[in-house]
């Protein structure tokens, strides 16, 4: 079965440096992998999505995420975090037909 | 940009009674789910609904659970009996296909006293 772990439950960055939300993955095949940010009383919002073209992929504002096979991972990066992207984070993985989400990662921002 | 809309945004409900959560998919799109967070935990899937019927459910769907799509746009979630562990943010979404990502909803958060 398909699975999505993040590998930090908080992670704290000032304003300006970069971003780095970790998330390792388990597939029995080539896997669709998508990072959706959550902000407070939000809904969803699809940050980037990969399926098996380019191993870098460019999302929304900035963000961007790296396809690694050999290590199984998909982590999230922005070079330079903003204070508009404190919320939470989550890395997941499509299992068949549905979407199988990791535990998320909640972002803050210091000024 | 289209959305999924979802209403109420809140609801509060006490238990035993019967709740209906609404959404309206992304009009083009075929493919319909039901998801849901309860606080502090994972976004767990409910459901997924293609082609007038349920496609795939999870343990969780329960008989105490129901979609039904009742006139080609409104999607809707009913909670036939609430219990207090259905207390969570209930969010719908829908896809054009497999690969193209979904769209998410707001939400409806759900509090069963």
């Known amino acids: 079965a398909q699975s999505v772990t993040q590998l930090d439950s908080h992670v704290s960055v000032s304003e300006g440096t970069p971003v780095l939300l970790r998330c390792n993955y388990s597939s029995s095949y080539s896997p669709s992998l998508f990072w959706y940010v959550q902000h407070p009383n939000k809904g969803l919002q699809l940050l980037l999505k990969?399926?098996?073209?380019?191993?870098l992929v460019k999302g929304i504002n900035g963000f961007e995420a790296e396809f690694k096979k050999s290590e199984t991972s998909f982590h999230l990066t922005k070079p330079s975090a903003h204070m508009s992207d404190a919320a939470e984070y989550f890395c997941?993985?499509?299992?068949?037909?549905?979407?199988?989400f990791g535990a998320g990662t909640i972002l803050r921002v210091k000024s | 940009e289209p959305e999924v809309t979802q209403t109420p945004s809140h609801q509060v409900t006490q238990m035993g009674q019967e709740v209906i959560l609404r959404c309206v998919p992304i009009s083009n799109h075929l493919y319909f789910y039901w998801y849901r967070q309860i606080l502090g935990q994972k976004v767990e899937f409910l459901v997924s609904?293609?082609?007038?019927?349920?496609?795939?459910k999870s343990e969780i769907f329960d008989d105490q659970f129901s979609v039904e799509r009742p006139d080609g746009s409104n999607f809707t979630l009913k909670i036939r009996s609430t219990k207090l562990e259905d207390s969570a943010m209930y969010f719908c979404a829908s896809s054009g296909g497999y690969n193209y990502g979904y769209t998410f909803g707001s939400g409806t958060r759900l509090t069963v006293v």
């Open positions: 609904f293609y082609n007038n019927e349920i496609s795939e």
């Open positions: 997941v993985v499509m299992g068949g037909n549905k979407l199988v």
């Open positions: 990969y399926t098996s073209a380019a191993t």
